[in-house]
């Protein structure tokens, strides 16, 4: 329920209220929502902070009202060239929303014979692998799973890295990611974990995007698998 002795207005609390029940799929794509009596009574709030919260989730994209209908669910997505090498940062500024990250696991590992010719390593090289979790706004919408030459990428493993890595690396230590070598874009299915840290269901459709990332020099920056909820983005060839 609300908390009318935050400090946060009811409004925002109840926006925050829809647009979770949207995200983990209790409203789903194109369904009607509950009318602003019903959400009224619901949450206990007057019809006023009601109006005021579907209006913000009507102008950033998550509810669409149709006259003499109602108002439904209608997801935004963030838009993005397959072909160019855009980070998930500068896609999610240049379809207006913010963004932030946050680091699931960190791992120095040996790499398979696969990744280490993607990311043209000696058979004696190791593999830095980090996860994270990429938020649009405040919700979760990209696994993001790279794996870097270690000898050359160590010090990430001392960087926050909750913001844009494609800007860190240019700006701290001079290397720009220019060009992507094959990338494959799947659909599958979200398991378990993936659903828990994408704060969705089992079995969610997702967008697999396998890509490898080369610097100014032709070097491999990362190997990347990542893993995006499909309702929430699309690609533009």
């Known amino acids: 329920m609300l908390n009318a002795d935050h400090q946060e207005p009811l409004y925002r609390q109840l926006k925050k209220a829809i647009q979770a029940a949207i995200l983990n799929d209790t409203y789903q794509q194109g369904e009607k929502i509950p009318t602003e009596p019903e959400l009224s009574e619901q949450y206990n709030v007057s019809r006023i902070t009601v109006r005021k919260a579907v ?9 669409v009202k149709q006259q003499g209908k109602g108002t439904f669910v209608s997801l935004p997505k963030i838009d993005r060239k397959i072909e160019h090498v855009m980070g998930f940062t500068a896609a999610c500024q240049a379809n207006g929303f913010t963004s932030h990250s ?3 696991k960190t791992e120095v590992m040996k790499g398979d014979a696969d990744l ?3 990311l043209q390593l000696e058979k004696d090289e190791k593999v830095l692998y980090i996860q994270r979790k990429r938020f649009a706004g405040d919700n979760p919408l990209m696994l993001e799973n790279n794996y870097y030459p270690y000898n050359r990428y160590s010090f990430l493993v001392d960087e ?3 913001g844009s890595l494609y800007d860190l690396l240019r700006e701290k230590y001079e290397i720009f990611p220019t060009q992507s070598g094959k990338t494959t874009l799947e659909i599958a299915l979200a ?10 269901s089992i079995g969610k459709p997702l967008f697999f995007m396998n890509a490898v990332i080369y610097d100014q020099h032709g070097r491999p920056v990362h190997a ?4 995006i909820i499909g309702d929430r983005y699309q690609f533009t060839l």
């Open 102 to 104: 946050e680091v699931t």
């Open 116 to 118: 280490r010719k993607a």
């Open 160 to 162: 926050t890295l909750d």
């Open 224 to 227: 990347g698998k990542q893993y």
């Open 191 to 200: 398991d378990e974990e993936q659903a828990q840290l994408l704060e969705t």
């Open 55 to 63: 209006e913000e989730l009507v102008k950033e994209g998550y509810l």
